[in-house]
Every structure is written in C-alpha cells, then in structure tokens.
Nanobody, 125 residues
Framework: QVQLVESGGGLVQAGGSLRLSCAAS????????MGWFRQAPGKDREFVTA????????YHKDTVKGRFIIDRDSGKDTVYLQMNSLQPEDTAVYYC??????????????????WGQGTQVTVSS
C-alpha cells in the first residue's frame, strides 16, 4: 500500500507561480514513476506531467511545456510540480499519481496505481 499526500495549492493571479508537493509513504520501493493530473469542473481528468526514474525521463502535456517543471527528491520520496506563468485555464484540482507506468500509456488515468486526494489550484484574471 502506498499513500500520497499533495500540498501547495491555492489562489494565485494570472502570471504567478505555485509549487505543489506530493509526498509518498508506505511501500515506495514499488514505485517507478510519479506524475500529476488535473481536473477542471465539468471536465475529464487530464494528464499534466510525469517523471520516471526507472527510465530517467520526464513527460509533459504540450500546453504546459516551458511553464511547468516536475522534479523528484528521492531522499524524501517526494515529487514537486513548479508551475510558472499560470493562466486561468490552469484552474483545476491537481492530483498526484504513482505507479510503475512506462512511457506507453502514461497519459491514461487507468495506468496508474495510486492517487492523492487532490489540491485546488485557482488562477484569477
């Protein structure tokens, strides 16, 4: 069993930045990858970014490339999402995900084993 706890969400003006954290606990040695999804009201959950330390690779949704950075602190079993140049369209609940997902299927919510509770990010105009 793995538990994921997100933090760092909040309200920010357009153009601002936020840094989200996701701390993993439990059987973390079973994890090869962690990532972030988001879900806006009335919309499906969508892939944002992920990091695989087994593959030594990162993946991003096209619309966040150059603005969002995913990073991992292996000593803390924690991943971070640095979000810069935030826009109102980024407003959503952001969910941390973990598992052994490789590049194939990494954007599919069903490919991930564990999920956090979500943290709200609201970007105002």
């Amino acid at each position: 069993q793995v538990q994921l706890v997100e933090s760092g969400g909040g309200l920010v003006q357009a153009g601002g930045s936020l840094r989200l954290s996701c701390a993993a606990s439990g059987r973390t040695t079973s994890l090869y990858a962690m990532g972030w999804f988001r879900q806006a009201p009335g919309k499906d959950r969508e892939f944002v970014t992920a990091i695989s330390w087994l593959e030594n690779a990162t993946y991003h949704k096209d619309t966040v490339k150059g603005r969002f950075i995913i990073d991992r602190d292996s000593g803390k079993d924690t991943v971070y999402l640095q979000m810069n140049s935030l826009q109102p369209e980024d407003t959503a609940v952001y969910y941390c995900a973990a598992g052994r997902t490789m590049s194939l299927g990494i954007t599919d919510t069903g490919a991930w084993w564990y999920w956090g509770q979500g943290t709200q990010v609201t970007v105002s105009s």
